[in-house]
């Protein structure tokens, strides 16, 4: 509840003021899970989560808010790793990707990963899927047919939460359409 708390103590002076930059500190563990580690996990996506509805309610207030996902050496990393990893993932080496995170040109609703010097976006995408409606054996073709509404190819970085029925509704419409008779 911490990044609630702090971005509400901070929100209305950044509306008022029409400018303001909030960074969520997200985890590789939240985004693509970690053995053992399903409450931190947890915890650390939703972070992206709340990122994603605040950017959207700032947005007109000039208000960006991001993630960072940072790798750096820390107490839960100095007995699993050789010196001379933790040397690299120093964490003056995630620094770069706060600071475009918080300056003036800053983006929003990015999920930005850092460390050692290296700097990736990570992404929480919408596949096109498929259309399968509601025959009897739907759960069936489901699993059959699960490769397909897994295709990457056309998918897309939704905009905002409503993406998703909007794209199931112009499947199920286009289905509707294909079965009247012209």
Request: glycine share 8%; aromatic share 4%.
């Amino acid at each position: 509840m911490g990044a609630v708390h702090c971005s509400k103590a901070v929100w209305d002076i950044m509306r008022a003021q029409n400018h303001g930059r909030i960074v969520m500190t997200t985890s590789s563990t939240g985004l693509y899970g970690n053995f053992g580690q399903s409450n931190y996990g947890t915890a650390k996506m939703a972070l992206v989560g709340l990122m994603q509805t605040l950017a959207l309610e700032g947005a007109k207030h000039s208000i960006r808010v991001n993630c960072l996902a940072p790798t750096a050496a820390t107490r839960m990393t100095e007995n699993v790793m050789p010196e001379a990893v933790l040397k690299l993932l120093e964490p003056a080496a995630v620094s770069p990707a706060l600071l475009a995170l918080v300056a003036d040109d800053a983006p929003t609703r990015t999920i930005l990963c850092a460390g050692a010097g290296a700097f990736e976006r990570a992404h929480v995408t919408l596949t096109s899927g498929i259309f399968i409606g509601l025959p009897a054996d739907a759960p069936e073709q489901v699993v059959e047919q699960l490769a397909a509404v897994s295709d990457r190819a056309g998918e897309t970085v939704p905009e905002d939460g409503s993406a998703q029925g909007t794209l199931e509704i112009a499947k199920a419409m286009q289905a509707v359409r294909e079965q009247v008779p012209s």
